[in-house]
């Protein structure tokens, strides 16, 4: 019923049209004179203005959208230019051109709509421009531009909607984050070193007394044969600076920092040779193994500007149903925006492991670091876990106060 009415509506304004017009001739075969016939000729241009516009299809108006890059990062400048072509040059008085895209764009906007009047004329091209400023990370589409014209007395208003999909995918913002590998502590008298040594057994590289404790395999048996004195096999160290970052993904004011961090160590880490797996648990559980290289690099970005604060339940929750698979000599990092004694205990068994694990606790600028966030500070150190607070904006210095704690 209701699309009914919606196509009866403008066949109306037509037929009131035409009233009009049969008025005014009306009046002027009857009346007389100049002023009558002058009135009507003044005002047949206009009636048949509208009666063009009722008839001219706006859905003929072709739509190309463009960005002037491909890659965006977060809090980036958009440049939107969107170019409109016809094969009729039809004279279109107004015309009011909306973007339809989605409203998560506009979150740091001055404006909340990307709308604008423009007046074609006879112009078969029509370029138009505009900038969004800041935008949001995730993933934006432009759906649609909404078209909109009438004629001078707003009898008429048509209004057509024509398709032009383009997704925008916004990677999240990152920062320069200086990295030094953790130090990782033992039981055995809290001895501490800066990495995992791993010893490369593939390659020998010297030989040397053998000593208690050295394993069988590494006996050099050539040399024994030779000297009848047991000997050692030297091998390569190689040092394991693999880390594992997990993302806290229960709802927070401060989510968009904890990616731009999580995002910042990931670059980081990477950069400087090492390797680094992700681990983000919501309504979906997604876990990247832990490799180097600019491949894994865009995987970790692809997801962390597609991942939303949607875990239905607190990380110590999260962590007691969900075990992390990775090996004893990673480091282990917990980007979160809140800290309780539960959460500490359900860390404390990846502390356990002999690795090296390090909750960043993230606070908004001019949030305050209570008392009781101290206490757990306190409460986590006793456990071999360390807390580090972050402050929003200011992670440069992330990495190097772990490493002194």
Same mark, same amino acid.
């Given at each position: 019923?209701?699309?009914?009415?919606?196509?009866?509506?403008?066949?109306?304004?037509?037929?009131?049209?035409?009233?009009?017009?049969?008025?005014?001739?009306?009046?002027?075969?009857?009346?007389?004179?100049?002023?009558?016939?002058?009135?009507?000729?003044?005002?047949?241009?206009?009636?048949?203005?509208?009666?063009?516009?009722?008839? =001219?299809?706006?859905?003929?108006?072709?739509? !190309?959208?463009? +960005?002037?890059?491909?890659?965006?990062? @977060? /809090? $980036?400048?958009?440049?939107?230019?969107?170019?409109?072509?016809?094969?009729?040059?039809?004279?279109?008085?107004?015309?009011?051109?909306?973007?339809?895209?989605?409203?998560?764009?506009?979150?740091?906007?001055?404006?909340?709509?990307?709308?604008?009047?423009?007046?074609?004329?006879?112009?078969?091209?029509?370029?138009?421009?505009? =900038?969004?400023?800041?935008?949001?990370?995730? !993933?934006?589409? +432009?759906?649609?531009?909404?078209?909109? @014209? /009438? $004629?001078?007395?707003?009898?008429?208003?048509?209004?057509?909607?024509?398709?032009?999909?383009?997704?925008?995918?916004?990677?999240?913002?990152?920062?320069?984050?200086?990295?030094?590998?953790?130090?990782?502590?033992?039981?055995?008298?809290?001895?501490?070193?800066?990495?995992?040594?791993?010893?490369?057994?593939?390659?020998?590289?010297?030989i040397r007394d053998y000593q208690p404790g050295d394993r069988f395999s590494w006996i050099h048996w050539k040399t024994f044969a030779r000297t009848n004195e047991l000997m050692t096999k030297e091998f390569e160290e190689r040092q394991s600076h693999d880390?594992?970052?997990?993302?806290?993904?229960?709802?927070?004011?401060?989510?968009?920092s904890m990616v731009t961090l999580s995002a910042s160590m990931i670059r980081s880490i990477l950069k400087k040779g090492a390797q680094v797996g992700l681990v983000s648990i919501g309504e979906d559980h997604v876990s990247f193994p832990i490799r180097g290289?600019?491949?894994?690099?865009?995987?970790?970005?692809?997801?962390?500007?597609?991942?939303?604060?949607?875990?239905?339940?607190?990380?110590?929750?999260?962590?007691?149903?969900?075990?992390?698979?990775?090996?004893?000599?990673?480091?282990?990092?917990?980007?979160?925006?809140?800290?309780?004694?539960?959460m500490i205990m359900s860390v404390n068994q990846y502390a356990k492991r002999n690795s090296s694990v390090v909750i960043f606790l993230l606070k908004r600028i001019g949030e305050a670091y209570t008392a009781e966030e101290k206490s757990l500070k306190a409460?986590?150190?006793?456990?071999?876990?360390?807390?580090?607070?972050?402050?929003?904006?200011?992670?440069?210095?992330?990495?190097?106060?772990?490493?002194?704690?």
């Amino acid at each position: 019923m209701k699309t009914k009415l919606q196509f009866l509506k403008p066949l109306g304004k037509f037929l009131l049209l035409l009233i009009l017009v049969g008025i005014s001739f009306s009046y002027a075969m009857f009346q007389g004179g100049f002023v009558s016939w002058f009135l009507f000729y003044s005002f047949l241009p206009f009636a048949l203005y509208a009666a063009s516009v009722f008839l =001219y299809p706006l859905s003929e108006f072709y739509v !190309e959208r463009s +960005f002037e890059s491909s890659e965006y990062k @977060a /809090g $980036d400048e958009l440049k939107v230019t969107i170019t409109l072509s016809r094969k009729i040059p039809f004279p279109l008085f107004y015309m009011v051109l909306e973007d339809v895209l989605t409203d998560s764009v506009f979150h740091h906007s001055g404006f909340q709509k990307a709308k604008a009047m423009i007046h074609p004329g006879f112009r078969k091209r029509i370029k138009l421009t505009y =900038y969004i400023e800041e935008l949001p990370r995730g !993933e934006h589409v +432009f759906s649609a531009v909404r078209l909109r @014209a /009438g $004629d001078f007395f707003g009898i008429f208003e048509k209004e057509a909607s024509i398709d032009c999909i383009n997704k925008l995918l916004v990677y999240p913002a990152f920062v320069d984050v200086p990295y030094r590998p953790l130090e990782n502590r033992y039981d055995q008298g809290m001895t501490t070193s800066n990495v995992k040594i791993q010893k490369d057994t593939t390659m020998a590289t010297g030989i040397r007394d053998y000593q208690p404790g050295d394993r069988f395999s590494w006996i050099h048996w050539k040399t024994f044969a030779r000297t009848n004195e047991l000997m050692t096999k030297e091998f390569e160290e190689r040092q394991s600076h693999d880390v594992l970052i997990v993302l806290d993904r229960e709802d927070s004011p401060a989510f968009e920092s904890m990616v731009t961090l999580s995002a910042s160590m990931i670059r980081s880490i990477l950069k400087k040779g090492a390797q680094v797996g992700l681990v983000s648990i919501g309504e979906d559980h997604v876990s990247f193994p832990i490799r180097g290289g600019e491949e894994h690099q865009s995987q970790l970005f692809y997801h962390l500007a597609k991942v939303r604060q949607d875990s239905p339940y607190a990380l110590g929750k999260v962590l007691q149903g969900e075990g992390l698979n990775y090996s004893q000599s990673a480091a282990v990092l917990f980007v979160t925006s809140s800290v309780s004694k539960k959460m500490i205990m359900s860390v404390n068994q990846y502390a356990k492991r002999n690795s090296s694990v390090v909750i960043f606790l993230l606070k908004r600028i001019g949030e305050a670091y209570t008392a009781e966030e101290k206490s757990l500070k306190a409460y986590a150190s006793s456990r071999g876990i360390r807390l580090k607070v972050c402050f929003e904006g200011d992670f440069s210095s992330a990495f190097m106060e772990v490493k002194r704690a």
